[in-house]
């Protein structure tokens, strides 16, 4: 049985790992976070199974955004000023530090295709804030064509515990290298390091600089990004 794109088995395993994440972020001060995905469209539950080829047919209204995981739908929420804001500096510092290098940063709205398939069968298709890709091979003009080396989500007031659980379980499951959560309310980075199934992680505050693993020479300067 299937049930948001996981079996019944992995949710009870998703579900004990998920209580060991809760207390974790409780641990640095986290209560509350934002919508980086909202619940499943009514319209498209029914369909229960929704590809990139399906997804590129929608007629969406303007300022509409959807993502699709394991082939459900999820609408996404509008960002805030300040969530744009954050978005942008951080943006800004790794464009800057690019410049002329083989990686290329991506904000948001950009269409990251996971688990690629040419004949668009592949049904999980993210929007994360910041996406990194080094691979020219993955860049197309849709979009990330794989799992991009590092992404990139900020936070706002108001998500569920299970959801940035599923989001951080299908980019590890993609193969994404590094992975940052950023929290605004707390003005806190959560690092995480995927090996396989395996994961470090490292936490950074308001006046710390985070180095990128993937990008030796590069560290982020968390201070101008909390800002706002």
């Not at 948001?4 to 972020?25: C, E, F, M, P, R």
């Not at 469209?41 to 394991?70: M, S």
């Not at 929290?183 to 090996?195: A, G, I, Q």
Request: hydrophobic share 35%.
């Amino acid at each position: 049985m299937r049930c948001g794109g996981v079996d019944k088995n992995s949710t009870k395993n998703a579900a004990s790992s998920l209580w060991i994440y809760a207390k974790k972020v409780d641990y640095f001060g986290v209560t509350s976070y934002t919508v980086i995905m909202a619940d499943a469209l009514e319209e498209y539950t029914d369909n229960g199974y929704w590809t990139y080829a399906d997804y590129k047919a929608w007629e969406l209204k303007p300022g509409e955004r959807y993502e699709i995981i394991h082939g459900e739908a999820y609408a996404m929420s509008a960002p805030n000023a300040s969530h744009q804001a954050m978005l942008m500096e951080m943006s800004r510092q790794f464009a800057n530090f690019l410049v002329g290098k083989q990686c290329k940063v991506y904000p948001a709205p950009y269409d990251v295709r996971l688990f690629y398939e040419e004949d668009e069968s592949d049904t999980t298709v993210v929007q994360p804030d910041i996406s990194v890709v080094c691979d020219a091979k993955k860049r197309g003009k849709e979009g990330c064509r794989g799992a991009p080396d590092l992404v990139v989500e900020i936070l706002s007031p108001s998500n569920t515990a299970i959801e940035m659980q599923r989001k951080f379980e299908v980019y590890r499951d993609a193969g994404v290298t590094e992975y940052w959560i950023v929290n605004s309310e707390y003005k806190t980075l959560t690092v995480y390091l995927f090996d396989g199934e395996k994961a470090t992680t490292r936490t950074y505050r308001e006046k710390d600089s985070s180095p990128v693993t993937i990008l030796e020479g590069l560290s982020i300067e968390l201070e101008p990004v909390f800002a706002e």
